[in-house]
């Protein structure tokens, strides 16, 4: 009797696979051909090991090059992801596109920026995009290769404005920063920025700036952390925290909203991230890859697109519920700042005292 | 004395297991085919509602499997470590011993490889071997302390192995980390220096990756075939694994033998984790390297009928999945879980193969209870 059960479960299942492939809506292989034809661009992701619905940098990523994909008209079946499982893959993941036929493959992530350059140096047709990736050889000298740019943020700028805004609106006249992994480049970019831009507008500021001591695996996610280090903050007197570094950082955020300060984040607008803090965030240091990564692929589809370094947009997110809380004077002198950093004539990862060295950061022309 | 031990287990024992043989490999192998299809079906619902072709998804797998020289090549890469460290768990197995802390041992493996293959020069034929030797010793002693404790204090080894994995991976994390003594100087990402060239293991091929470590997973099958089936040794670890009391009557040194089968089982995958940073590029240990072959392979065991030449075969299947689940994504564009999904369901009717069997009208095979799987959880060493 068993075993009828179970004939007609199987007999159902199968006739349901087959139904459900026959009705599937994606073309069968079959339309490969069909496909390449229709696409003026072919466009191939690579993540870091892991997820690209992560919330965080690899979501962007991607996020971005569907967004370049759309700006271009492309068809879905035009450009397609592979996630990396296991850091030994990269390489045979990247070329996995090359050989399929892609123009424009994006890989993301530090790690992958030696690898992603020594494909490019192998296929010359084909336009890399790789976002965080320095274009350096081993000895940390510039090294462009006309097929790749390297997506970098001046996360310095971010953090000079963020701190700006902090030494502008304390009134302790203390302000805290909790940050990541020290020796990621763009978290010591953050916070050497920050501590200048507090600095240039507030002399008098005292700033705690922490770091997470821990290894790459802790310094991103503990954000007990990152509470307790806030509430030491706190205890300090200070009423403005920056948080730069994962859900270290928004532990941080949220235990300095509980207790009254206000807070700045960090990367995306804040804001809209982590609703916890809506009532008391001030603004977000931005680093918007969504549109880097658009541009980019823009760019190649044009004929523009351009080895080497390349800056994405670093800025200041809206300051939404507390807008009205900062005065119009902060306002226009944050914006006389932002253009100042712009043509250069702030440097904002001027080393100073026992300063993090490193930031690796490159001078705005 | 030791003679005797042996008269008695091969008059009592091999035959016994002699004669089941051809039959119920037979019906070890239907099993598992049956189970993979199984899974197939099973799983092109899961591609289906992740909004994709099934047939496509399968046809690129099979691609990037098995297309072209290249994806060939990725398979078999991806098979090395399988295969060994799933015949390091199928001893265990034998022997009565569940070990899930080939992960871990693998770590240890990659590492002590990487110290010595960093730690001084030396000609290709003396740093080769010893940096192989490296990587099998310490799996081997990694693993020899669960063993210890099973043999010495009765402590289960299931709960043993997943806590010293713990405590590898920390340890290792810790030494590759910001500040860990194995950290690669100037580098952003935590990772160690690369092996010296002596250390690394030629490319079969020159520039098409495949490295000699295939030959060693090979012989590697081969060698653990004797051992289990020609030796005296191998007679004493599955004699333990069946009965260990029975085993213990008839003389055989149980506490030694838990302690051996651990260990080799522990150098099966320290040797795995050795044979990745000693084959591939670019030859150092950084995080998310080598992340769940471990596992993977207490998988390719058990679908393998903890027997070398169905680890060969499950080996290889699940090596051709990890290999072809790029070109999956990237032409059918269904997310890599989809293979883990895939790997679990085979997994999962082969261990629950009592539905498979009634599916397919297969007869279980008789003289069943080969190798005492629950044993770990029964029983104990007093």
């Known amino acids: 009797m068993h075993k009828k059960i179970f004939w007609k479960f199987f007999i159902a299942l199968a006739a349901t696979s087959i139904l459900l492939a026959a009705c599937a809506p994606a073309p069968s292989a079959g339309g490969a051909t069909e496909e390449e034809a229709g696409c003026k661009l072919k466009i191939g992701y690579v993540s870091d090991v892991g997820k690209i619905n992560d919330q965080s940098f690899n979501q962007a990523s991607w996020t971005g090059v569907q967004a370049g994909a759309e700006a271009l008209g492309l068809d879905s079946s035009c450009y397609s992801f592979i996630e990396t499982a296991d850091s030994a893959d990269y390489e045979t993941n990247i070329n996995s596109f090359v050989q399929e036929g892609y123009n424009v493959i994006v890989t993301s992530g530090f790690a992958m920026g030696q690898v992603t350059r020594k494909v490019a140096s192998e296929n010359p047709d084909v336009l890399f995009i790789g976002i965080d990736q320095q274009q350096v050889n081993e000895n940390f000298e510039p090294d462009p290769y006309d097929n790749v740019a390297g997506l970098n943020f001046h996360e310095d700028i971010g953090g000079f404005l963020a701190g700006a805004t902090a030494g502008l609106m304390t009134k302790s006249n203390v302000v805290g920063g909790v940050f990541g992994c020290q020796f990621i480049p763009a978290v010591a970019r953050y916070e050497v920025g920050y501590h200048n831009g507090v600095t240039y507008v507030n002399p008098d500021a005292s700033i705690i700036d922490v770091y997470h001591p821990g290894s790459i695996d802790q310094c991103f996610s503990d954000s007990a952390f990152g509470s307790e280090t806030a509430q030491s903050f706190i205890n300090e007197g200070a009423d403005v925290v920056y948080g730069a570094g994962g859900l270290t950082a928004n532990g941080a955020l949220i235990t300095a909203c509980n207790q009254g300060a206000m807070v700045i984040g960090t990367d995306m607008d804040q804001f809209l991230t982590l609703p916890e803090v809506k009532d008391c965030i001030l603004t977000s240091a931005m680093k918007d890859i969504v549109t880097g990564v658009s541009d980019l692929i823009v760019a190649a589809s044009d004929g523009t697109f351009q080895g080497g370094d390349t800056y994405g947009p670093s800025m200041l997110a809206p300051f939404h519920n507390l807008d009205s809380q900062v005065p119009d004077g902060v306002k226009t002198q944050l914006i006389d700042i932002a253009n100042k950093l712009s043509t250069g004539e702030i440097d904002p990862c001027a080393p100073f005292q026992d300063s993090n060295p490193n930031t690796f950061c490159i001078p705005v022309k | ?382």
């Open chain 2, 1 to 382: 004395m030791r003679l005797e031990v042996f008269r008695i287990t091969e008059s009592e024992i091999a035959p016994r297991t002699a004669t089941g043989k051809a039959v119920s490999h037979l019906s070890n192998l239907g099993v598992p085919v049956f189970a993979i299809f199984t899974a197939l079906v099973v799983a092109s619902l899961a591609i289906f509602l992740s909004g994709s072709n099934p047939i496509e998804a399968y046809l690129a797998l099979a691609a990037g499997a098995f297309g072209d020289l290249d994806s060939l090549i990725t398979t078999m890469i991806k098979t090395i470590p399988l295969l060994i460290a799933g015949l390091g768990v199928a001893l265990a197995f034998r022997g009565g011993l569940f070990n899930i802390g080939v992960e871990g041992q693998l770590f240890v493996g990659s590492i002590a490889a990487v110290i010595v293959g960093t730690g001084f020069h030396a000609p290709i034929y003396i740093h080769i071997p010893v940096t192989l030797l490296a990587g099998i010793f310490s799996g081997a002693l990694w693993a020899a302390i669960a063993g210890f404790l099973k043999a010495k204090y009765g402590a289960n080894e299931v709960i043993t192995t997943i806590m010293t994995n713990y405590i590898a991976i920390r340890i290792i994390t810790w030494s590759i980390g910001a500040y860990g003594p194995l950290r690669k100087a100037a580098s952003v990402v935590p990772e160690t220096n690369s092996i010296f060239e002596s250390a690394r293991l030629p490319e079969l091929i020159p520039g098409a990756r495949l490295h000699a470590g295939i030959l060693i997973a090979l012989l590697a099958a081969l060698l653990i075939f004797l051992l289990l089936f020609r030796t005296t040794l191998g007679i004493e670890i599955r004699t333990v694994g069946m009965n260990l009391h029975a085993a213990r009557y008839a003389g055989i040194n149980v506490n030694r033998t838990i302690v051996l089968t651990m260990a080799l089982s522990g150098g099966l995958a320290g040797l795995a984790g050795a044979v990745q940073v000693m084959g591939l590029s670019p030859y150092n240990f950084t995080t998310g390297f080598n992340v769940g072959y471990g596992f993977d392979s207490i998988a390719v065991a058990v679908l393998g009928s903890i027997h070398p030449l169905g680890i060969l075969l499950s080996s290889l299947l699940f090596g051709a999945m990890d290999a072809g689940a790029r070109l999956m994504q990237l032409r059918a564009r269904v997310p890599i879980e989809i293979i883990t999904i895939l790997q679990g369901l085979i997994l999962m009717f082969v261990a629950a193969n009592q539905i498979i069997r009634s599916l397919y009208h297969i007869r279980a095979p008789k003289g069943q209870g080969e190798v005492n799987l629950t044993q770990s959880w029964g029983g104990s060493t007093d």
